[in-house]
């Protein structure tokens, strides 16, 4: 017999169905924890949500079995959580928002373990606030994303844009970059683009753009196409569907130095460990990218 699990978040009562139900089976994580989890890192992780379109990654019946993307809001989402319909090629997607506790309990007691967020937010779909650079190493091997991210943030400290670095919680890190929504999704693009193939040609023996697997040859993949409308990448503080629950974990730029240091270092199950530390509490503001467009053109 299912049973369900009452959890109030705010003014709002969010029934959890089936809380036993285990979701990693290798680790006994049940969606009772998962709804925990996402309980616990709310205040953290809900200012890199709000107001950002959602692609929701659902395993239902768990990680080891079938799990699906879903961009459209379903029929059944209740009427209080919030949506924006924002245009695509031939018509319209309704996204899910998730702008407070009571979604983000919501969404994961429907099997949401993994939230990829739009990196511009629905009143301005067209100009990001955000730029990642996404560091895709050849293999499991962390060393290469380390020194990969060191020179990523000295040519990017070079071109006065700061920076904030983020384990996956897969196999590599992001390198976000705060941006003032001045600039289109085609400009920002296209300054990744340039920046990212600077920094492989000052160390192509390591580093690459090429995005076929055949054409890396074993070097870091240095990966920009995130970076336009409608694309999306991990949002901070997401667990992602892999055994062991690894979580995308922000993290200051001396962490890069720890030796324990890998993609996914923090886990669903250290909570506690995660929370005792908030490297982005003092995250910089928005910069524009023309006068460093304007200096990576002298490079």
């Not at 994580?29 to 990654?57: C, F, N, Q």
């Not at 995130?226 to 001396?254: E, K, L, S």
């Amino acid at each position: 017999m299912s049973t369900t699990q009452s959890i109030r978040a705010g003014r709002r009562t969010v029934e959890v169905t089936r809380p036993e139900k285990v979701l990693f089976p290798a680790d006994g994580i049940t969606k009772a924890d998962l709804v925990a989890y996402y309980r616990a890192v709310a205040s953290r992780m809900l200012p890199h949500l709000r107001g950002r379109p959602l692609m929701l990654e659902r395993n239902p019946d768990g990680i080891e079995g079938p799990g699906f993307m879903q961009k459209e809001v379903p029929d059944h989402f209740p009427d209080w959580m919030d949506r924006a319909a924002l245009p695509k090629e031939e018509g319209e997607v309704t996204h899910a928002l998730c702008n407070d506790t009571a979604s983000l309990i919501y969404l994961a007691n429907q099997g949401c373990i993994t939230l990829h967020r739009w990196l511009s937010k629905a009143d301005r779909p067209d100009n990001p606030d955000r730029l990642v650079f996404d560091l895709d190493p050849a293999d499991e091997d962390f060393e290469p994303v380390r020194q990969a991210a060191r020179r990523l943030h000295r040519l990017l400290e070079e071109l006065a844009l700061p920076s904030l670095p983020m384990t996956t919680g897969s196999r590599g890190l992001h390198v976000i970059v705060p941006l003032d929504r001045t600039a289109s999704f085609a400009e920002v693009h296209g300054f990744a683009r340039d920046l990212a193939e600077e920094l492989a040609s000052r160390h192509p023996e390591e580093l690459t753009t090429a995005p076929r697997k055949a054409a890396r040859k074993g070097r870091l993949y240095l990966d920009v196409q995130r970076n336009g409308y409608a694309q999306t990448a991990v949002a901070p503080y997401a667990v992602r569907a892999r055994a062991g629950a690894p979580v995308a974990a922000p993290m200051a730029w001396d962490e890069l130095d720890d030796p324990e240091l890998g993609a996914r270092k923090w886990t669903l199950a250290r909570v506690e460990d995660l929370l005792d530390r908030n490297p982005w509490t003092d995250a910089p503001r928005g910069r524009s990218l023309a006068g460093a467009s304007r200096r990576l053109a002298e490079c």
